[in-house]
């Protein structure tokens, strides 16, 4: 088995995507508003402690050093997108509301909250997209030349490395610039739900953190159901590609200018 070269070139334009993603939102958005470097750097923190290290724990237990909690949830799939859906909603609007209460920089319009998701979303994109990709990219090199078995083969089981070779015969441009393209959506939704969250802050109305809550577990949910088969993934693509348009048009047509000259 092989990776088609228009694979390759997907997983390499998904690559740049992931990369170019923050910095193109960043450069869209210094001009209309106060965009703190601090709350950048605050957002990225937080998605590294909050989704992978504290998230990451508790997955880590859960689904799979728990043998009844792992076994039920491998059967339950139902179960499965909830807890997962819960999950990623507590922990990274927690780490939001906690983050922009006590250690955001404010400013005079909504870029203290845009930074935040910046940051947040930034992260997401590159260690979860492009590293991903670019480590894709490696994988079908190692595929096309032969040495992907003789690499894993001794250190992975066989079913695993059948799996990966499998996975990465199947890809086509298509489906490999969709990873590209979805880290684009999160990170315009990484946005928005700071934008709630910063309401929440701003008004001292934790209605706003619990909205940003159920939004963010509703998105999942979707990515969950389709993780266990539940929903294709060209239903999945085309709600999350339908959500980010929408995110995309507010951003640069509805969020307000900037009030206040940048510090």
């Not at 070269?5 to 869209?28: D, K």
């Not at 260690?127 to 032969?146: E, R």
């Not at 040495?147 to 441009?173: D, I, N, R, Y």
Request: positive net charge; contains cysteine; glycine residues 8%.
């Amino acid at each position: 088995m092989t990776v088609s070269s228009a694979a390759v070139g997907g997983l390499a334009l998904a690559a740049l995507i992931s990369l170019a993603a923050p910095f193109a939102v960043y450069f869209a958005c210094r001009r209309r508003l106060t965009l703190p470097g601090r709350n950048i750097a605050l957002g990225a923190t937080v998605f590294v402690l909050f989704a992978l290290v504290l998230e990451g724990a508790m997955h880590w237990y859960v689904l799979k050093h728990n043998p009844g909690t792992a076994a039920w949830m491998r059967d339950h799939w139902w179960g499965f997108a909830i807890y997962a859906c819960a999950a990623a909603a507590l922990f990274e609007e927690t780490g939001r509301f906690l983050a922009l209460r006590f250690f955001a920089k404010r400013t005079d319009d909504a870029g203290a909250a845009v930074a935040y998701g910046i940051g947040h979303g930034g992260a997401e994109a590159l260690i979860v997209g492009a590293f991903s990709q670019i480590v894709a990219l490696v994988l079908a090199a190692m595929m096309n030349a032969g040495s992907l078995v003789s690499t894993f083969g001794h250190k992975l089981p066989a079913a695993a490395v059948a799996k990966m070779q499998s996975a990465l015969a199947g890809l086509s441009f298509e489906t490999a610039v969709l990873g590209g393209l979805e880290r684009f959506w999160a990170l315009l939704l990484q946005i928005g739900f700071s934008l709630l969250v910063w309401r929440a802050v701003t008004r001292r109305d934790l209605r706003w953190l619990l909205a940003a809550m159920a939004a963010h577990a509703g998105i999942d949910s979707v990515a969950a159901a389709a993780q266990r088969g539940q929903i294709s993934l060209a239903v999945t693509e085309a709600i999350v590609s339908a959500v980010g348009v929408v995110l995309l048009v507010f951003f640069l047509v509805k969020l307000p200018r900037r009030r206040s000259p940048a510090a």
